[in-house]
């Protein structure tokens, strides 16, 4: 009996030592970041950092939250933040916090303070979006949609995909992003967000970098091929042109699939498979659909498909930069750790690609 009453004494007093060593604030003496924007500052060498505050209102049933914004210049990041406590009366918390900004003027410079920085605070999560914003981050974090009712979760919704599945917006957590500027063999990329007008965003672009700066921004429709390359059953349209007429069919599945062939060192070459079934979406003409016409617009689709995942491709080579992991592919099917990276090199400028599209239009819509 005496060996119980022992245990919970000591129960009860370990219970007090953690309730008074921790600094517990309860949520109405907090303030919520949920989204953190970086720029340059006016002096060189200095951050201009923007944090988007959810100001929460207990009570469940308003559906229009406050927010606020407070933005201060310092040499560090963290040295900002630190100011930022001092314009506000409750603690800052950054357990909600789901997107970091990069302003474009940071991101043609060097990303790699902004990110080593994240990733070592240890109240920000590693699986919060990255994107650069344009023209800059605190533009993007003022854009308020009317249809936003929690701040910043149009943001949030956009990027993660769990609003919108749009096939120009790639997310890039913070884990991807770090493991892509320090992993040989497969550079970084980012989104990109326009601030267009108090309302409205849009994101439709990639930035590819080179491990620390932006050197190449893709176009909206090469931001859509780049995504079907990368993953799967991306949900989209394409254009095939037959006989005169013009033809969009839709992606229901698709996959993507490369192979790097080196046997002949004086002709490398990715060679891309393509699959995708679809469906008829639109038809310009006035010509009855048949099922041999399906198989026509599927070839000629494929055809175009080849033929601009092709010139992307290349691009992409001439830029110097692997955003596809090609190079990290091609280290781990060889065995050499000492010179894999540098024959990979040698060979990359010299690459060709075969792409085949295989595009099956399975049906025309339902037209009643």
């Given at each position: 009996m005496r060996t119980k009453k022992r245990a919970v004494c000591l129960?009860?007093?370990?219970?007090?030592?953690?309730?008074?060593?921790?600094?517990?604030?309860?949520?109405?003496?907090?303030i919520f970041v949920v989204a953190i924007g970086i720029d340059s500052g006016k002096v060189e060498g200095t951050f201009k950092v923007s944090l988007k505050l959810a100001i929460p209102q207990g009570d469940v049933t308003k559906i229009d939250e406050k927010m606020q914004i407070l933005t201060e210049e310092s040499e560090s990041?963290?040295?900002?933040?630190?100011?930022?406590?001092?314009?506000?009366?409750?603690e800052l918390d950054y357990v909600h916090c789901k997107t970091i900004i990069l302003g474009e003027q940071i991101a043609a410079k060097?990303?790699?303070?902004v990110i080593d920085w994240a990733m070592r605070?240890?109240?920000i999560q590693s699986i919060l979006n990255f994107a650069i914003g344009r023209p800059g981050a605190l533009e993007v974090l003022q854009v308020k949609p009317p249809s936003e009712r929690i701040p910043s979760n149009s943001l949030i919704?956009?990027?993660?995909?769990?609003?919108?599945?749009?096939?120009?917006?790639?997310?890039?957590?913070?884990?991807?992003l770090m493991r892509s500027i320090y992993e040989n063999g497969i550079d970084p990329i980012l989104p990109i967000i326009e601030a267009q007008g108090e309302e409205q965003f849009l994101i439709n672009k990639v930035a590819l970098l080179d491990k620390s700066k932006l050197k190449l921004v893709l176009t909206p429709d090469e931001t859509r091929l780049f995504n079907l390359l990368s993953r799967s059953?991306?949900?989209?349209?394409?254009?095939?042109?037959?006989?005169?007429g013009m033809y969009q069919y839709y992606t229901e599945s698709s996959s993507s699939g490369y192979r790097i062939v080196t046997?002949?060192?004086?002709?490398?070459y990715i060679r891309y498979n393509i699959k995708i079934r679809a469906i008829l979406e639109e038809n310009s003409t006035e010509d009855m659909v048949t099922h041999h016409m399906l198989k026509e617009i599927g070839e000629s689709g494929a055809a175009e498909l080849s033929k601009a995942v092709t010139a992307l491709l290349i691009k992409i080579r001439d830029s110097g930069m692997d955003p596809m992991g090609w190079g990290l592919h091609y280290g781990a099917r060889h065995w050499n750790n000492d010179t894999e990276m540098a024959v990979w090199e040698s060979l990359?400028?010299?690459?060709?690609?075969?792409?085949?599209a295989d595009v099956d239009v399975k049906y025309s819509g339902m037209i009643k």
């Amino acid at each position: 009996m005496r060996t119980k009453k022992r245990a919970v004494c000591l129960l009860l007093l370990l219970m007090c030592m953690t309730v008074t060593g921790c600094n517990f604030k309860d949520i109405d003496r907090r303030i919520f970041v949920v989204a953190i924007g970086i720029d340059s500052g006016k002096v060189e060498g200095t951050f201009k950092v923007s944090l988007k505050l959810a100001i929460p209102q207990g009570d469940v049933t308003k559906i229009d939250e406050k927010m606020q914004i407070l933005t201060e210049e310092s040499e560090s990041i963290s040295e900002a933040l630190r100011r930022m406590k001092s314009k506000v009366e409750k603690e800052l918390d950054y357990v909600h916090c789901k997107t970091i900004i990069l302003g474009e003027q940071i991101a043609a410079k060097d990303i790699r303070h902004v990110i080593d920085w994240a990733m070592r605070r240890r109240d920000i999560q590693s699986i919060l979006n990255f994107a650069i914003g344009r023209p800059g981050a605190l533009e993007v974090l003022q854009v308020k949609p009317p249809s936003e009712r929690i701040p910043s979760n149009s943001l949030i919704l956009a990027m993660s995909g769990q609003g919108t599945e749009s096939p120009f917006i790639s997310s890039v957590f913070s884990y991807q992003l770090m493991r892509s500027i320090y992993e040989n063999g497969i550079d970084p990329i980012l989104p990109i967000i326009e601030a267009q007008g108090e309302e409205q965003f849009l994101i439709n672009k990639v930035a590819l970098l080179d491990k620390s700066k932006l050197k190449l921004v893709l176009t909206p429709d090469e931001t859509r091929l780049f995504n079907l390359l990368s993953r799967s059953n991306l949900r989209t349209n394409f254009p095939a042109h037959l006989g005169g007429g013009m033809y969009q069919y839709y992606t229901e599945s698709s996959s993507s699939g490369y192979r790097i062939v080196t046997q002949q060192e004086d002709n490398p070459y990715i060679r891309y498979n393509i699959k995708i079934r679809a469906i008829l979406e639109e038809n310009s003409t006035e010509d009855m659909v048949t099922h041999h016409m399906l198989k026509e617009i599927g070839e000629s689709g494929a055809a175009e498909l080849s033929k601009a995942v092709t010139a992307l491709l290349i691009k992409i080579r001439d830029s110097g930069m692997d955003p596809m992991g090609w190079g990290l592919h091609y280290g781990a099917r060889h065995w050499n750790n000492d010179t894999e990276m540098a024959v990979w090199e040698s060979l990359y400028p010299r690459l060709e690609f075969q792409v085949k599209a295989d595009v099956d239009v399975k049906y025309s819509g339902m037209i009643k």
